[in-house]
């Protein structure tokens, strides 16, 4: 399979966005081909056997075959260049074409289970032909190939729209094993227990489109990054000149492979500006690039070397560390030049805040734990949320 996917690449990088559309396009032809198969190998057996529980799997594969057709259009759709109305491009359309999928797969499942019911109800014996057996058990190393080709080619350019497929057609497997089951049994006991496998086939069919309808509403809901993207970007950023701390950053996702950053870098204020701009658009350009993202870069002016403000920050990180609710702070300042010192800064607080009730506490106690420490200072705080949890 490796090698195949070689042959295939030819040296080229399969996450540039033409390469990877025709990946993506191959994998879709790949399950046309595999599930028409079948899907009628699958409805001819049923109809000879007289078996729900074939029949059902048959029509899985039918929307598997949907699901391919419309992974062709996502990728095609997401290639899109960026347009007037969508300037960050079309990549979410491989998200919604999964979910599309996934809703499809779930409404078949359902109809097969009230017909599964119903055979329960009304049963009717089904007819055991070695023939149609073989059928069966013969469309599962088609499966698993099929699984196996859109694992890799999903993993190789990130998509989790093959990844998603990849999924559904290994739950195939076991849908396939049971429906065989189903003929088996139906030779060696006079017991109708066709409608029951016709329900558990039923049953994996709808956990696999909820499963997959899951997993991409997570991206399009705004989901935590990618935690390896995310100590590259603190990284590469802590490497530029001047540049001696990190915090906001803030990762937009529109499409695999189509992300947008943010992020604040903390620099001396004693340097000229002109000297950290020119640090920090390196820093921009060439992460961007090395990353395959657009980065954009906020400088925060701190004052490391004042007396005054490391006195002040002080005081506030030992009262910070009692409290569990709080992580860290960042853009902190000093205003005032007499004894009364306002000490502005944002302080960073965990999931165990979730109200603006909560954040307004947080502050209340920060301000007076800051107080009691130093009756000349007035705490001035922002609330700011972790976005990479």
Do not use: W
């Not at 070689?6 to 990877?20: A, E, F, I, S, Y």
């Not at 307004?360 to 700011?384: C, Q």
Request: proline fraction near 3%.
């Amino acid at each position: 399979m490796q090698h195949f996917l070689t042959l295939v690449l030819r040296g080229q990088d399969p996450k540039d966005n033409t390469v990877r559309g025709r990946l993506g396009v191959l994998g879709g032809v790949a399950g046309i081909i595999v599930n028409t198969l079948i899907f009628v190998m699958e409805i001819t057996v049923g109809s000879i056997v007289n078996s729900v529980a074939v029949t059902a799997d048959a029509f899985h594969n039918l929307t598997d075959v949907i699901s391919s057709v419309i992974t062709i259009f996502s990728f095609k759709l997401a290639n899109k260049p960026a347009d007037k109305e969508h300037p960050f491009g079309h990549g979410r359309a491989e998200y919604i074409s999964a979910l599309v999928v996934a809703m499809v797969i779930i409404v078949i499942g359902y109809e097969f289970i009230k017909t599964s019911i119903e055979k329960v109800i009304h049963p009717s014996p089904v007819i055991f032909n070695l023939v149609s057996l073989i059928l069966v058990i013969s469309a599962i190393p088609l499966k698993l190939l099929l699984a196996s080709f859109n694992k890799k080619l999903g993993a190789l350019i990130g998509s989790s729209t093959l990844e998603a497929s990849s999924f559904d057609a290994f739950s195939d497997v076991l849908v396939l094993s049971v429906a065989s089951l189903s003929i088996i049994m139906s030779a060696v006991t006079k017991i109708h227990i066709d409608g029951f496998f016709g329900i558990i086939v039923a049953l994996f069919i709808m956990y696999s489109g909820f499963t997959i309808a899951r997993k991409e509403l997570n991206p399009l809901l705004g989901e935590a990054p990618d935690h390896t993207l995310v100590e590259s970007i603190c990284e590469g950023v802590l490497e530029a000149e001047y540049v001696s701390g990190v915090h906001d950053l803030i990762i937009h996702n529109y499409g695999p492979g189509k992300f947008m950053a943010t992020i604040h870098a903390e620099v001396p204020c004693d340097v000229s500006i002109l000297s950290i701009h020119e640090s920090i658009d390196r820093a921009e350009k060439s992460l961007s690039e090395k990353l395959g993202i657009i980065l954009v870069i906020h400088m925060d002016p701190l004052n490391n070397k004042d007396e005054v403000v490391k006195k002040a920050r002080d005081v506030v990180q030992k009262v910070i560390s009692d409290l569990p609710q709080a992580e860290s702070i960042h853009d902190f300042r000093v205003v005032g030049d007499g004894r009364r010192k306002n000490l502005v800064f944002d302080v960073v607080a965990n999931a165990s805040v979730k109200s603006k009730k909560d954040e307004e506490k947080l502050v209340e106690v920060i301000s007076e734990r800051v107080k009691k420490e130093n009756k000349h200072y007035f705490a001035v705080i922002s609330v700011d949320r972790n976005y990479l949890d």
